[in-house]
């Protein structure tokens, strides 16, 4: 293969302009190309997934996400947070990459597709990142590989499965037509004028003519009892060492000065460099004592909770270290005892515990606590009886919900029937992507599904937009000229191709996954 590039490296190249060609070095590589015939590791270790038998490895995965997210980050020009990866669904996005081309890959070789040595020649001759002054340069492409520690012969072998990939998507591209009906009503989606009317139904509309009965509220607390559970709560007696007093009353040697001073040394920067002792000893005396004040609380705590713990009394630790028990008043987690607010870790173990239990130390930055759980009531639903109001009115607001979807939905079947309502109307508009309609807002899906209809027809369902429901008929339809149509069909045709290809890819690879068994480790793309 090197030796064909070498006497290729001076020919024309042709010059691709989309990004994926740009990307694909850093993108593609760990998408397509692997180890194995088919572009895919079927290793005996673990896996992200099995597609029909053939496993695609943890390695591939973990480098297709990195990819993917690199890619992402240069996108954005910044790092992305975990809920932002999240919400984006990076993992997922890596994966099915991963299943769809070995699907593609498959399924080219099994339509006989061949990919020939000129054909990956010229591909990667044709990358701007192997090219110098518009030309194929093959100290470049060496040296490329080299940094990223690749060599030729795998680089290639990766770079004949894209090859593959592209013709086979290109060979589903090609079969791709765009009829004169298609362009026709593409022109009068794009030109024509409609004019809806309309009926609408909030749940505020209908709220008056919800009845509830008591049945209907026991059977709404049961199905949402989670809605209506008291929290947890705690109530603690707890003793709290302050390490200052114990400061106070420590000393420190010199050698303990110089260890700490060492240990920290980093804390004891000037501007040109580290402070020599000397210069800093006094602070670093007060910080020595206050660390050693502090572990000796702390180991004190520790050694009178230890001895007194199965006792479960806290007055006879309190003795111990002469300190004083304070008591708070029953608290949940999310609202805690007023002496406790910011104190997430004291909390965080006051619910771990049991009633009666004692539990510590617990060091934060106020000193060390130990605690008793003098209470621990459990979360509990209480009785109907006793939240009736919540729980009416919440039942009345999803019942609410409920009508004003079903009267929109009887609407919509009468004004599918050509049914004579009292409706409101839109006025005339055009078609807008963002789907914005006079007098009822933004609906995408509303907009595509009425601009498929003529004056007098109704979609047979109502659509959401906000909290209001709508049913929907095409009051009139203005139609726009179709001898300006004829004058732009070819080229209407022509911008309408791209994306029909597009969709016609996106169907045949869901048609490939629709008929493939597909086994995918779910605790991967959760984690």
Same mark, same amino acid.
């Given at each position: 293969?090197?030796?064909?590039?070498?006497?290729? =490296?001076?020919?024309?190249?042709?010059?691709?302009?989309?990004?994926?060609?740009?990307?694909?070095?850093? +993108?593609?590589? /760990?998408?397509?190309?692997? #180890?194995?015939?088919? +572009?895919?590791?079927?290793?005996? +270790?673990?896996?992200?997934?099995?597609?029909?038998?053939?496993?695609?490895?943890?390695?591939?995965?973990?480098?297709?996400?990195?990819?993917?997210?690199?890619?992402?980050?240069?996108?954005?020009?910044?790092?992305?947070?975990?809920?932002?990866?999240?919400?984006?669904?990076? #993992?997922?996005?890596?994966?099915?990459?991963?299943?769809?081309?070995?699907?593609?890959?498959?399924?080219?070789?099994?339509?006989?597709?061949?990919?020939? %040595?000129?054909?990956?020649?010229?591909? $990667?001759?044709?990358?701007?990142?192997?090219? &110098?002054?518009?030309?194929?340069?093959?100290?470049?492409?060496?040296?490329?590989?080299?940094?990223?520690?690749?060599?030729?012969?795998?680089?290639?072998?990766?770079?004949?499965?894209?090859?593959?990939?592209?013709?086979?998507?290109?060979?589903?591209?090609? %079969?791709?037509?765009?009829?004169?009906?298609?362009?026709?009503?593409?022109?009068?989606?794009?030109?024509?004028?409609?004019?809806?009317?309309?009926?609408?139904? *909030?749940?505020?509309?209908?709220?008056?003519?919800?009845?509830?009965?008591?049945?209907?509220?026991?059977?709404?607390?049961?199905?949402?009892?989670?809605?209506? =559970?008291?929290?947890?709560?705690?109530?603690?007696?707890?003793?709290?060492?302050?390490?200052?007093?114990? *400061?106070?009353?420590?000393?420190?040697?010199?050698?303990? $000065?110089?260890?700490?001073?060492?240990?920290?040394?980093?804390?004891?920067?000037? =501007?040109?460099?580290?402070?020599?002792?000397?210069?800093?000893?006094?602070?670093?005396?007060?910080?020595?004592?206050?660390?050693?004040?502090?572990?000796?609380?702390?180991?004190?705590?520790?050694?009178?909770?230890?001895?007194?713990?199965?006792?479960?009394?806290?007055?006879?630790?309190?003795?111990?270290?002469?300190?004083?028990?304070?008591?708070?008043?029953?608290?949940?987690?999310?609202?805690?005892?007023?002496?406790?607010?910011?104190?997430?870790?004291?909390?965080?173990?006051?619910?771990?515990?049991?009633?009666?239990?004692?539990?510590?130390?617990?060091?934060? *930055? #106020?000193?060390?606590? $130990?605690? #008793?759980?003098?209470?621990?009531?459990?979360?509990?639903?209480?009785?109907?009886?006793?939240?009736?109001?919540?729980?009416?009115?919440?039942?009345?607001?999803?019942?609410?919900?409920?009508?004003?979807?079903?009267?929109?939905?009887?609407?919509?079947?009468?004004?599918?029937?050509?049914?004579?309502? &009292?409706?409101?109307?839109?006025?005339? /508009?055009?078609?807008?992507?963002?789907?914005?309609?006079?007098?009822?807002?933004?609906?995408?899906?509303?907009?595509?599904?009425?601009?498929?209809?003529?004056?007098?027809?109704?979609?047979?369902?109502?659509?959401?937009?906000?909290?209001?429901?709508?049913?929907?008929?095409? &009051?009139?339809?203005?139609?726009?000229?179709?001898?300006? /149509?004829?004058?732009? %069909?070819?080229?209407?045709?022509? &911008?309408?191709?791209?994306?029909?290809?597009?969709?016609?890819?996106?169907?045949?690879?869901?048609?490939?996954?629709?008929?493939?068994?597909?086994?995918?480790?779910?605790?991967?793309?959760?984690?």
């Amino acid at each position: 293969m090197l030796s064909l590039i070498r006497k290729k =490296k001076e020919s024309i190249i042709i010059k691709f302009v989309f990004i994926i060609i740009v990307l694909s070095f850093v +993108g593609t590589i /760990f998408l397509v190309w692997g #180890k194995g015939g088919n +572009g895919m590791e079927t290793g005996k +270790g673990g896996y992200a997934a099995k597609v029909d038998g053939t496993r695609i490895s943890l390695e591939e995965y973990k480098n297709a996400y990195q990819r993917v997210k690199n890619m992402y980050q240069q996108i954005y020009g910044q790092s992305i947070p975990p809920e932002m990866e999240k919400m984006l669904g990076l #993992k997922k996005v890596a994966l099915n990459g991963l299943i769809d081309n070995l699907l593609a890959m498959k399924e080219a070789k099994s339509l006989g597709i061949k990919v020939s %040595k000129d054909d990956v020649a010229n591909s $990667i001759e044709a990358m701007p990142m192997f090219q &110098k002054n518009g030309k194929f340069n093959f100290d470049q492409y060496q040296q490329i590989l080299r940094s990223n520690r690749m060599t030729a012969k795998d680089f290639e072998e990766g770079q004949e499965s894209e090859v593959m990939l592209n013709k086979v998507h290109q060979m589903i591209k090609d %079969k791709v037509v765009v009829t004169d009906a298609d362009a026709l009503a593409q022109y009068k989606k794009e030109n024509d004028k409609l004019e809806l009317e309309y009926v609408s139904y *909030a749940p505020s509309d209908v709220a008056a003519e919800v009845k509830l009965s008591e049945a209907d509220l026991t059977d709404y607390l049961q199905k949402n009892s989670n809605d209506f =559970k008291t929290p947890e709560k705690v109530a603690l007696s707890y003793i709290l060492l302050d390490p200052a007093v114990q *400061a106070a009353k420590t000393t420190v040697s010199e050698e303990e $000065i110089q260890t700490f001073y060492q240990k920290n040394i980093d804390r004891w920067q000037g =501007k040109d460099g580290i402070l020599p002792l000397a210069e800093v000893k006094e602070k670093v005396k007060a910080a020595a004592i206050k660390q050693k004040a502090a572990t000796q609380a702390f180991d004190q705590a520790a050694d009178a909770l230890y001895k007194n713990i199965k006792s479960g009394d806290l007055n006879l630790v309190a003795g111990v270290l002469k300190q004083k028990v304070q008591d708070t008043a029953l608290f949940s987690a999310n609202a805690p005892a007023a002496p406790l607010v910011g104190e997430t870790a004291v909390v965080k173990k006051a619910f771990e515990l049991k009633q009666g239990e004692l539990g510590g130390p617990i060091e934060t *930055a #106020k000193g060390i606590y $130990i605690i #008793k759980v003098k209470e621990h009531q459990a979360a509990v639903v209480p009785p109907l009886a006793e939240i009736r109001g919540a729980v009416e009115a919440k039942a009345k607001a999803a019942k609410a919900v409920e009508l004003a979807k079903k009267k929109a939905e009887d609407a919509a079947k009468q004004l599918s029937a050509k049914a004579q309502l &009292k409706t409101q109307s839109t006025g005339s /508009f055009g078609f807008s992507a963002k789907g914005d309609i006079p007098h009822i807002g933004a609906s995408p899906e509303m907009m595509e599904a009425v601009f498929k209809l003529s004056a007098g027809q109704a979609p047979a369902t109502p659509f959401k937009v906000g909290t209001r429901w709508y049913a929907v008929r095409v &009051k009139s339809r203005t139609e726009a000229p179709k001898a300006k /149509f004829e004058a732009i %069909k070819e080229e209407l045709k022509k &911008k309408m191709l791209p994306k029909k290809q597009e969709e016609a890819l996106n169907d045949w690879v869901k048609g490939l996954r629709e008929k493939a068994k597909i086994e995918i480790n779910q605790a991967l793309i959760a984690e």
